[in-house]
């Protein structure tokens, strides 16, 4: 992990869409980075493309490809991730998946996985009951790669909302939601970074002897 300059913009990577040139999942993620950046985030898309160019994650193989590399030092530098996933036949799509699963390369870093990372979650799904469950399942899927699912995740029911443009939704209270999930993926990886930048008020002095937090607030 290169070390943290708190005073550049984090990063903010997003991952996902399907291998459909008109995806409303990766057009949904394009709005949630748009949040990110509004926020004072960089952002870099991995959409379906991209991630269809992925070969199968097979971690017994020792040589990687251009874009596995490409996708895992992104995220290697990443501050904070957003992921967008179909509902297929209730769970996260196989493409998606796979780029996750291409992160176990990440296991042996100084920060494994998506370890400190704010991590914005949004389903599509054709009904309710997909958009809800996969969103659970997606978040436990970064649980178990450390990372920290943002408070707000985004379920969309795209038979009810239609993404008919990369930058166009006609739900507008859709396009804040997926606006909320950018900003608060943001948002974390600023307080977060923040919190790793040198305390000016404990430089320099031994552990156990910084002020408490109580005298902070005295004037
Ligand atoms: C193979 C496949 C499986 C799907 N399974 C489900 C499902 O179980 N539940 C659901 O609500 N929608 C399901 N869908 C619908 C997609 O989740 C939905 O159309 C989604 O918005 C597609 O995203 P896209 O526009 O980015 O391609 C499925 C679609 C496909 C192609």
């Known amino acids: 992990m290169t070390r943290f300059d708190h005073h550049r913009r984090p990063l903010v990577i997003g991952i996902g869409g399907t291998t459909r040139a008109a995806s409303s999942t990766e057009r949904a993620l394009g709005f949630a ?3 990110a950046e509004a926020t004072g985030a960089n952002t870099r898309l991995f959409g379906g493309t991209f991630l269809h160019s992925l070969p199968h994650y097979a971690p017994e193989q020792p040589n990687r490809t251009k874009e596995q ?7 290697r530098h990443a501050d904070a991730l957003i992921i967008a996933t179909p ?3 209730g769970g996260v799509s196989g493409l ?3 780029a996750l699963d291409t992160l176990e390369e990440l296991r042996a870093d100084e920060r494994p996985y998506l370890d400190g990372r704010a991590v914005g979650c949004i389903v599509t799904a054709y009904g309710w009951q ?3 469950s996969v969103l659970t399942s997606l978040r436990s899927i970064i649980h178990a790669l450390r990372g920290w699912p943002t408070p707000f995740g985004a379920g969309i029911n795209t038979l009810e909302t239609r993404f008919d443009a990369v930058d166009t939704c006609s739900d507008p209270k859709v396009v804040d939601q ?3 999930v950018g900003q608060q993926a943001a948002q974390f990886a600023l307080a977060f970074n923040a919190h790793r930048a040198p305390n000016p008020l404990s430089a320099g002095q031994p552990l156990g002897e910084t002020q ?3 005298l902070l607030h005295a004037v």
Do not use: F
């Not at 590399?69 to 995220?75: C, F, P, R, S, T």
């Open 33 to 35: 980075l748009r949040g």
């Open 69 to 75: 590399l490409e996708l895992i030092d992104a995220v």
């Open 87 to 89: 509902g297929y036949h």
């Open 96 to 98: 998606v998946k796979n």
């Open 130 to 132: 997909a958009a809800g």
């Open 178 to 180: 997926l606006a909320t």
């Open 212 to 214: 408490p937090a109580r």
